[in-house]
């Protein structure tokens, strides 16, 4: 029983998980104003979210396929319990297709930042830096080379985002 709460919880974070990349360049296209091509006439925009709900719909069919993960076992050895999981083949196509949005949205971000008037530049400075800290939980968390081994950075990390963000909103005027 304890187990498969363990996977309602996994498949539904998923939601998330999976469309958060996607947001994210879709947002900063539109912040930096270089989502011309997402306009509301047209369906351009919902192509960037395919990917995410594909591996929406497997994370709750995932019993079924394994495609996401094939194993999720209770380990103890850091001395706490934790979830040990195998990923399964489309686990890491979305962790790719996650990683090119995130890269493509930081991309965009720097090429506004270079163009944008000095006034303007300590904003981009404020959302690189607060994008910066999951992207790099996430990735320790993903390649294995977590310091807290078991244990996923990137919720904690998005506490520094927060942090970053509402410093920039008090000290900048950070989204008037």
């Not at 363990?6 to 998330?16: E, G, H, K, L, S």
């Not at 709750?60 to 076992?73: D, I, R």
């Not at 807290?148 to 990137?154: A, E, W």
């Amino acid at each position: 029983r304890r187990q498969r709460q363990m996977c309602i919880r996994d498949r539904t974070q998923y939601i998330a998980i999976a469309f958060a990349p996607a947001a994210w360049l879709y947002y900063t296209l539109q912040y930096t104003e270089l989502g011309k091509w997402f306009t509301s006439q047209n369906q351009n925009r919902n192509l960037l979210f395919i990917g995410p709900a594909i591996t929406v719909v497997l994370a709750f069919t995932n019993p079924a396929h394994g495609l996401l993960w094939q194993t999720m076992t209770l380990d103890s050895r850091y001395g706490f319990i934790n979830l040990s999981i195998t990923y399964g083949y489309w686990f890491w196509i979305h962790v790719v297709l996650s990683y090119v949005y995130l890269t493509a949205g930081t991309a965009v971000l720097l090429i506004a930042f270079l163009r944008s008037k000095s006034i303007y530049r300590r904003h981009f400075i404020i959302i690189l830096v607060g994008a910066l800290f999951p992207w790099l939980g996430n990735l320790l968390y993903v390649t294995r080379l977590n310091p807290l081994p078991g244990i996923d950075l990137t919720p904690f990390a998005f506490t520094l985002t927060g942090i970053a963000v509402s410093l920039g909103m008090s000290r900048y005027r950070f989204l008037h």
